[in-house]
């Protein structure tokens, strides 16, 4: 048990001479880590550990080499990962049959095994260390500290890398002076919104009820986002730190996380932290010796997206339906259980250990005057490198998808990005040069959200996009509002007749006036945002709009209803393949004879014909 500071301060002292160990191979001895998040897990990274263990073992290294699991790497394309210290070898792509020759030929004897380095496709270099790659160069991890570093099932190895040093230091000073702290430091909550975290933290503090709550949100619901998933899965124990100091500076006594449970190694790594941190005595009463006790409790979500929304997810926690409350009252005056209620979400309390352990000034200078700190997104969709990065407020957004995501798939066009998920809007390669902030990309149409970044080139048809976001929300509304519930569904009517080229241009003005009535009169974020895709799609690509309903075409051959396949007779060889592939026998003519033709009444353009045929006679129109 740890009962004050210099107990604490001791353990954290042995903790980092073993890590400091274990990266630098003092006394010869090598580190094997493998990543053990979701993405890596599920492409056998698990099974690519077993083997290591057992060759290990097998071949005498037991004392020489240890080989253990950590977070995220964030270089999702790339993984799964194998990395080994001294050196920083960083192996990407591996495969369990490549795991004897990393054995034979690194840990025994002593060689790169090149085939499974980086290759940087500028130069065609082999990059062996992480930190080299172009991909990590412009990243700074503070919300992601710990993650591909530590193991996050042990509290030691997070202790050696810097946990709860800034728990103790917050628990030194006055609860206002932490508050004020934050505020210095200008951090903004990274759930959507960005308000000032400092500020909902003082308004809770304001209240004299005895019993305050804090709330991890952890609901992250999204298409394509895995921010909060990759930090408690691969530093579960830096937002419980984060949610103690919060708790401690508003005066609570109990949090909650509020975790989808479609998130089951989160959860089971968060379970074993909290676990962890009772029996070291640091989750309790008196924590460290002081009057401050404080007890985690966890919930899990059924994956509802409306429960993103505070108010939403307090009512959860209760046992009701995930609903949005009215507001005022805010939750920091009465929130969970009608008590003061400060809900954060898990980047963001992320962050707070590392204010308080580096410092207000250290924390301040990335980012922007208004928009401090970094943030983490997910980067995805039409993009090579795809993953997690953490960047610095005010990168630009061709930073990001040129120079950490290594461009557009396949050389083709870039199009637009979407920022903030179902709830943000779609930037055109005219605002690439744009800084991420919180304002910025507001001012541009847009949002932060929680960061979610989809990438899309020229194959993508931006009606079809805001239809599949409209299609997503009107499944996800929660019902509660009249605006939400109707003006969603009445959106997505409009854009399925358009899409099916069925659409008119009196449907275009009702999609834009609808669009503006939902935004202005829904209940929570959820209905006032959901608009998004549609008014920045309408606003930046009009014109693939006019030509659905106008020309009754889709200019990227994408909408089904809209296209037409055809077979070019100068390039039909007769062969009569994509006739025996046709499942509705839509595709007629005589092998060797007569080129084959397609019965546009009878095809249900399943893209099978233009898949087979191996001499490009079949084009999309």
């Given at each position: 048990m740890i009962k004050n500071p210099e107990q604490l301060e001791k353990k954290i002292c042995s903790c980092t001479a073993a890590m400091d160990k274990k990266f630098s191979g003092a006394g010869g001895k090598r580190a094997v880590v493998l990543c053990g998040g979701t993405g890596c897990l599920s492409s056998d990274s698990k099974h690519i550990r077993e083997k290591l263990e057992r060759?290990?073992?097998?071949?005498?290294?037991?004392?020489?080499?240890?080989?253990?699991?950590?977070?995220?790497?964030?270089?999702?394309?790339?993984g799964p990962f194998v990395k080994i210290y001294p050196e920083d070898t960083l192996y990407r792509l591996v495969k369990i049959e490549d795991v004897d020759e990393i054995?034979?030929?690194?840990?025994?004897?002593?060689?790169?095994?090149?085939?499974?380095?980086?290759?940087?496709?500028?130069?065609?270099?082999?990059i062996s260390r992480q930190d080299d790659i172009t991909f990590y160069k412009k990243q700074k991890r503070i919300a992601l500290h710990g993650c591909g570093a530590i193991n996050p099932e042990d509290i030691n190895e997070a202790m050696g890398y810097g946990a709860f040093k800034g728990l103790m230091r917050a628990l030194s000073m006055d609860r206002k002076a932490v508050i004020d702290e934050v505020l210095a430091a200008g951090l903004r909550g990274r759930g959507g919104a960005g308000f000032p975290t400092g500020k909902k933290?003082?308004?809770?503090?304001?209240?004299?009820?005895?019993?305050?709550?804090?709330?991890?949100?952890?609901d992250e619901g999204d298409p394509g986002a895995f921010m909060d998933r990759s930090i408690l899965e691969g530093n579960p124990f830096a937002v419980i730190e984060g949610m103690m100091i919060a708790a401690y500076a508003i005066g609570a006594k109990n949090g909650y996380f509020y975790i989808r449970a479609e998130y089951p190694i989160?959860?089971?790594?968060?379970?074993?932290?909290i676990r962890q941190m009772e029996e070291l005595g640091l989750l309790g009463d008196n924590i460290l010796g002081t009057d401050f006790s404080f007890r985690a409790h966890l919930r899990l979500g059924a994956g509802a997206f409306v429960c993103g929304e505070e108010t939403a997810l307090l009512n959860s926690i209760e046992g009701k339906r995930g609903m949005p409350r009215p507001r005022p009252p805010f939750p920091a005056s009465k929130g969970l259980w009608q008590q003061p209620s400060v809900v954060n979400n898990v980047e963001t309390l992320a962050c707070v250990p590392f204010i308080f352990r580096e410092g207000v000034?250290?924390?301040?200078?990335?980012?922007?005057?208004?928009?401090r700190g970094t943030k983490v997104f997910a980067l995805g969709g039409k993009v090579n490198n795809v993953g997690l990065v953490e960047v610095p407020m005010g990168t630009t957004l061709r930073e990001l998808v040129y120079d950490i995501g290594g461009g557009v798939t396949g050389g083709k066009e870039f199009k637009a990005i979407q920022t903030g998920g179902p709830s943000g809007g779609n930037l055109t390669k005219e605002y690439l040069d744009e800084s991420i902030d919180f304002d910025n990309l507001v001012a541009k149409g847009s949002m932060m959200g929680s960061g979610g970044a989809?990438?899309?080139?020229?194959?993508?048809?931006?009606?079809?996009?805001?239809?599949?976001?409209?299609?997503?929300i009107c499944d996800e509304s929660c019902g509660k509002c009249t605006a939400c519930r109707i003006g969603t569904k009445r959106m997505l009517e409009i854009l399925d007749r358009i899409c099916d080229g069925k659409g008119t241009l009196q449907d275009l003005d009702d999609l834009e006036e609808l669009a503006e009535t939902v935004k202005n009169n829904s209940l929570c974020a959820l209905g006032q945002t959901s608009a998004n895709?549609?008014?920045?799609?309408?606003?930046?690509?009009?014109?693939?709009y006019l030509a659905h309903i106008v020309d009754k075409k889709c200019p990227a051959k994408v909408c089904k209803n809209l296209m037409q396949y055809k077979i070019d007779p100068n390039k039909c060889m007769k062969c009569s393949l994509c006739a025996r592939m046709c499942p509705t026998g839509a595709i007629t003519g005589k092998v060797r004879e007569i080129p084959f033709v397609i019965d546009p009444d009878k095809c249900i353009k399943c893209g099978t014909c233009i898949a087979g045929c191996k001499f490009g006679a079949i084009s999309k129109e």
């Open positions: 060759l290990v073992k097998a071949r005498g290294l037991s004392d020489e080499v240890t080989v253990n699991q950590v977070g995220c790497f964030g270089f999702c394309s790339q054995v034979e030929r690194d840990l025994i004897g002593g060689q790169v095994v090149e085939r499974l380095l980086y290759e940087d496709p500028q130069t065609h270099e082999k933290w003082g308004f809770a503090y304001a209240s004299d009820s005895d019993e305050k709550y804090i709330v991890c949100n952890g989160a959860v089971n790594r968060l379970k074993l932290a000034e250290e924390f301040s200078k990335y980012g922007t005057e208004k928009s989809i990438v899309m080139d020229e194959d993508n048809c931006m009606v079809n996009v805001a239809r599949f976001y409209l299609d997503f895709p549609v008014i920045s799609t309408v606003k930046h690509f009009r014109d693939e």
